[in-house]
Each structure stands twice: as C-alpha cells, then as structure tokens.
Nanobody, 124 residues
Framework: QVQVVESGGGLVQAGGSLRLSCAASGRTSRHNATAWFRQAPGKDRELVAAINWSGVSTYYADSVKGRFTISRDSAKNTVYLQMNSLKPEDTGVYYC?????????????????WGQGTQVTVSS
C-alpha cells in the first residue's frame, strides 16, 4: 500500500504564492507519475499539473500555465507544486495523486493513490 500526504495549503491574498508538497511512502517506487488535482466547491475535481517519473515531462492546465511549476525530488519521494500569482479562482482543495505507471495521464482514474487534500484559499 502507498500513503500520500499533502501539505502546504493555506490562506493567501491574490498575487501571493504557496508551495504544496506531496510525500509518498509505503510500497512506493521512485518511478511513478504524480499529479495535482483541485476541487472547488460544487465543481468536479480537475487536473492542475502532472509530472512523469523522471521529472523531464510535465503537464499543466491552461489556467495555470506560466504561474504554477511542478517538480519532484525523487530521493525524498516528494512532489512539489509552486504556485505564484495566485488568483481567487485557484481556491479549492488540492489533491495529490500518484500511480505505479511512469508516464503522465490526464485523467483522475489514472492515479490509484490519493492524499486527503490540502485547502488553498485565495482572497481578493
């Protein structure tokens, strides 16, 4: 089994920054793709960013391109999401999902292991 724990959420003013962390432990491998999804109240969970096992390949939703950066430290089994120039519409619960596959998938069902989520609130 794999355990996933997110951290780093909080309340920030528009234009501010936050860095989220996603730490995986248990029966995990360094060779796994990982993604950040978010869910706003009353909306579906949507993909924000994803990274492949090596960190060479990344994916970003159009709404966050140029503002968010996903990265990984494989030695620590941790994936980060640096969020800059935050907007009120970035508000939501951010979830980290990881998979035993090495390549990125853009669907929620492509990730088998999930954390409990971390709340991000951006005030205007």
């Amino acid at each position: 089994q794999v355990q996933v724990v997110e951290s780093g959420g909080g309340l920030v003013q528009a234009g501010g920054s936050l860095r989220l962390s996603c730490a995986a432990s248990g029966r995990t491998s360094r060779h796994n793709a990982t993604a950040w999804f978010r869910q706003a109240p009353g909306k579906d969970r949507e993909l924000v960013a994803a990274i492949n096992w090596s960190g060479v390949s990344t994916y970003y939703a159009d709404s966050v391109k140029g503002r968010f950066t996903i990265s990984r430290d494989s030695a620590k089994n941790t994936v980060y999401l640096q969020m800059n120039s935050l907007k009120p519409e970035d508000t939501g619960v951010y979830y980290c999902g990881t998979t035993t596959r090495v390549v990125i998938t853009t669907t929620r069902g492509g990730y088998e292991y999930w954390g409990q989520g971390t709340q991000v609130t951006v005030s205007s």
